[in-house]
């Protein structure tokens, strides 16, 4: 087991509390349905600390029951649909970053931009969205509502889960626009939280994250144990906020977003070497550690030994394999990345991997044997063709072997400074923060990855994003927000659902609203193109 003080390592599995209303309106069942009622377990602090452990475990594994065992969920897939493989499902699948081989249910139709309100990957990400919000609405109000003694943390713990479940508003918001709306203050049991705007939300999160800058009861940037919530990850969603407020709320808030980057970048480095922070020990490389770098800010862990998942890191690694019976050429060592076999799914897009200059750190690619990309990602027999990712490693940092083989060591960055540098950039560009430190920004990000200086300008940053910050959740977001997405201005493999891409409907640049949810609450609407 990792050498961390880490509070998912005393999950003392309270995993079926009762959920707030929105989760119940979900049709989402918990796994126990004979379970106690939190009310009659939580006694003391040590029954809250596992209670907020289970709030953090939601992000890393899909059942407090071992990647085998049944899901938080019911109707949702242990694999796909645990938290941070939906992510990259939903973000980054349907992008010019990856495809995937796997003719799983409804799965060529996220890549392929043609998903309907029934598809099941898009689901998955709504649930667990939801269900986190719920959890954390619960902890929230249990922890509020107690009369025990000796819960001195009771005011830490619930900024902590307030934190967590701003994270999931922030992909709600993003992916889904117009949501159901609950918090500790919602009836239990109810037939599910008011519909909220866009705006509305935007306007709650922001009050929210504020609220939870200005006081004393969440820990400062780097000052909590590793892998919990502190102000730094509550910092980087209100950047978020402020980047993306013209297409969430409508206003540009670029200055203010240039602001909030400045304080985190003073507070996370740079680390001096990209490729540690995918290895197998990147736990090293943060703030909340002593070592050689500070530049991660929040994690979701995973432990070859203890903390097990199908998705998260483990997917990203076993899926970016290649292996071709009797062609050596073209089969993967999967040593290389630090496991025994592999699961040959997730390719590369050469829309991608054409961004990448010979001398860039960051193009850590398995090319197949192929000196130039392959065009046809889907092989007629169903192989994953196309170059593969190596970024994240499940070897230790110096080249060492990570405890485990089956499952990973690396943690999963949730959000790192090098965002925060060419968020200001992207402000720099837009005219709307200082263009000679938003050049300097983005000069240190490349200088890092080996590469020459490059303009200042949107289509630029735009790239280098890409970069910088592949199969980490943003791209979607990022080509929204840049008017990339949908649009025939920028085409990539199988967008739209043919070889060389096309423009799709703008209405994919939302998810749907799940339509379960929809029968059950008369307070919601679907959106426009559903």
């Known amino acids: 087991m990792k050498k961390i003080n880490y509070i998912l390592a005393t ?47 939601g992000l890393a594994c899909s059942s407090s029951h071992g990647e085998n065992g049944d899901p938080d969920m019911y109707g949702v897939d242990g694999g796909f649909g645990q938290y941070m493989r939906a992510l990259i499902n ?65 005011n830490n713990y619930i900024a902590e889960a307030r934190a967590l479940r701003l994270l999931s508003w922030y992909h709600a918001i993003d992916m889904f626009g117009n949501v159901p709306f609950t ?72 200055d203010k977003c240039a602001s909030i980057c400045e304080k985190i970048i003073s507070e996370y480095p740079l680390h001096s070497k990209y490729t540690d922070l995918f290895s197998a020990d990147n736990h090293l490389f943060s703030a909340n550690t002593t070592y050689n770098g500070d530049e991660i800010i929040f994690v979701s862990p995973q432990d070859g030994n203890m903390i097990h998942s199908w998705g998260s890191t483990n997917f990203l690694v076993f899926a970016s394999t290649w292996a071709v019976t009797g062609d050596p ?101 837009r005219g709307q923060a200082d263009k000679g430190k938003g050049q300097s920004y983005l000069n240190a990000v490349r200088s890092r990855a080996g590469v020459a200086d490059i303009d200042l300008t949107l289509s630029n940053i735009i790239d280098e994003r890409a970069r910088e910050l592949y199969l980490e959740g943003f791209r979607r977001q990022d080509l929204v927000r840049f008017g990339l997405f949908t649009t025939s201005d920028y085409l990539w493999e199988f967008k739209g659902g043919v070889q060389n891409g096309q423009a799709v409907d703008s209405h994919f640049n939302l998810y749907p609203i799940n339509p379960g949810e929809l029968n059950a609450n008369s307070k919601l609407v679907q959106n426009p193109g559903y």
């Open 329 to 429: 050429d073209r089969t993967m060592d999967v040593s290389e990345v630090g496991i025994s076999s592999g699961w040959s799914g997730l390719s590369l897009t050469g829309a991608f991997t054409s961004k990448f200059e010979p001398a860039d750190t960051r193009a850590t690619f398995f090319k197949g044997g192929f000196s130039q990309y392959i065009d046809y990602l889907r092989g007629p027999n169903g192989e994953s063709n196309g170059w593969k990712s190596m970024k994240y490693r499940n070897i230790n940092h110096d080249g060492s072997a990570a405890q485990a083989q089956g499952f990973v060591d690396t943690d999963f960055p949730v959000f790192r400074s090098a965002d925060a540098y060419l968020m200001y950039a992207e402000c720099a560009a």
């Open 11 to 57: 999950v003392a599995l309270i995993a079926t509390c009762t959920l707030s209303s929105c989760v119940g309106d979900l049709n989402v069942t918990p796994i126990d349905p004979n379970t106690v009622l939190p009310q009659d377990v939580l006694k003391d602090q040590d029954a809250f600390t596992s209670l907020l452990a289970k709030c953090y475990q």
């Open 90 to 154: 939903t973000e980054e699948l349907p992008t010019d970053i990856i495809t995937c081989c796997w003719n799983d249910g409804n799965l060529f139709d996220i890549h392929n931009m043609s998903w309907n309100a029934s598809n099941e990957f898009v689901l998955s990400m709504y649930y667990r969205i939801f269900f986190q919000i719920g959890l954390c609405n619960e902890f929230i109000r249990q922890s509020k509502a107690t009369q025990i003694s000796g819960y001195n943390l009771k």
């Open 183 to 254: 918090d500790e203050n919602s009836t239990v049991g109810s037939m599910g939280g008011d519909r909220i705007e866009r705006a509305a939300l935007f306007d709650w999160m922001e009050k929210e994250a504020n609220d939870l800058l200005s006081g004393n009861d969440l820990a400062e940037p780097g000052k909590n144990e590793y892998g919990r919530a502190d102000k730094g990850m509550v910092q980087m969603i209100l950047a978020k906020l402020y980047l993306n407020a013209e297409v969430w709320k409508g206003t540009a808030m670029y």
